[in-house]
Structures are given as C-alpha cells and as structure tokens.
C-alpha cells in the first residue's frame, strides 16, 4: 500500500518551454502533497507543501510564480515548470501524506533544460 | 542553517559488517525520526523511525538507536548486504507525521561482496 507515482520519470525539454509532473497517490487520499528538488548526490529541498483545495506554501526562496502547483484533488498534485531554463535542470520529488501517516515519496522526475 | 546533522558523508563496509550512520539535532521541538533509503534515480523510501519516548527500535536488521539528551540518533545495520548500498538520509520533525521533514545530508553506504 501507500503508493505514490510520478509521471514523467525523465523529460529533456528546451529552454523556454513548459514542463508539467505529475503525482498521484494510487492506494490512499493524499489529504497533503510535498514538492522537494534534489541535486546530484545533495539532500532533498522542499519547495513547497500543498493541501487539497488550497494555494500551496512555497519555502523562502523559491518563486511560486517560477514552480506553479496545483493540487485539485485528493489523488493528484502537478508542479509546472514554467519558462524553464538550464539551471532548472534537477530532480523532481513529489511526497504524498494521508492526515497523520507518514509521506510516502514517488520515484522522482529528472527534468534536463537543453 | 542544517537541522539536521548527518555523518559519515561516506561509508564503506564489508559484507556481513556493520553500518552506522549518525545523526545530531538541535531543535528539541522535534518529535519524530526517521530514516530513508534512496537508491540512485529513485526516490526515498521510509526505512525505520522513532519517536523520543525510546531509545531504540529495531526492525529485521536495522535499528535505530537514540539519545535523547545527547540530540542523537543513528542508524545501525546488521549483517550488511551488497543490496543496501544506497544513500541513507535521516530526518526529523516536529508535530510528528504531521510536521514538515528536515534532512540530513545523506550518507552514501557501499558494501562490498
């Protein structure tokens, strides 16, 4: 149980484009969705926390306007890259809570800017 | 500023040895740790975890052992496998569950056959 899927597992895209990730919990209602990037054997930075229905709250740092979340539904949360440029270039993390249970991770997207 | 402490950055063991990564904390808000493997171009997964009320915990052959009044806490791994070189991240909250996650730095273990 408790599972969560990413989707696209990798996408290569060009400078200025738009990239949409997906994340789904399959088995359980994700009542709280997280959003971390990961850099080449660094830790996980959250970039934001989203609850079903409501605007997502960005860390300090990161441009909501840059990373747009949605989360409209109880099983789905997407993170949008908008006009991405090389320096996006990162993993992609998304985590998936229901009420108190711990966050269960999906297996990432790998996102390159060319 | 790092919550969360983590060390080895490294490790390296052999078959059947034991692995210990360790982990510091400041933050005595912080009410719940756990533990997450990630092997490469996969996500973290929840190994093990622990609250402040004991002092150790253990599951098959990994244990968490903490300290509370020493802010410490690591991850032993018995009998270690060529299948659990991963990276191994610690991590704590508080509110429990319902906390946000603050990370180590990771740990990258390699056992060797």
């Known amino acids: 149980g408790a599972v969560v899927s990413q989707h696209p597992s990798w996408v290569i895209c060009k400078s200025g484009t738009s990239v949409k990730i997906e994340c789904r919990s399959l088995?359980?209602?994700?009542?709280?969705m997280f959003w971390y990037r990961q850099f080449p054997k660094q830790s996980l930075m959250l970039m934001a926390t989203?609850?079903?229905?409501?605007?997502?709250?960005?860390e300090q740092g990161v441009e909501k306007d840059k990373f747009l979340i949605n989360h409209a539904s109880l099983t789905l949360s997407t993170l949008t890259v908008t006009s991405a440029h090389p320096e996006d270039s990162s993993f992609y993390i998304c985590?998936?809570?229901?009420?108190?249970?711990?966050?269960?991770f999906g297996d990432g997207t790998r996102l390159s800017i060319l | 500023q790092q919550q969360v402490k983590q060390s080895p950055q490294s490790l390296i063991v052999q078959k059947g040895g034991i692995s210990i990564i360790n982990c510091a904390y400041e933050n005595t808000a912080f009410d719940y740790f756990p533990w997450y493997q990630q092997f490469p171009g996969k996500g973290p997964a929840l190994l093990i975890a622990i609250r402040p009320d004991v002092s150790e915990k253990k599951e098959g052959r990994f244990t968490i052992s903490f300290n509370k009044s020493a802010k410490q806490f690591s991850l032993h791994i018995m009998d270690s496998q060529p299948g659990d070189s991963a990276t191994y991240f610690c991590a704590a909250s508080k509110g429990s569950t319902l906390g946000r996650l603050y990370f180590g730095r990771g740990t990258q273990l390699t056992v060797w056959p």
């Open positions: 088995d359980f209602q994700a009542t709280t």
């Open positions: 989203s609850n079903e229905g409501s605007k997502a709250t960005y």
């Open positions: 985590s998936a809570r229901d009420g108190n249970q711990p966050q269960h």
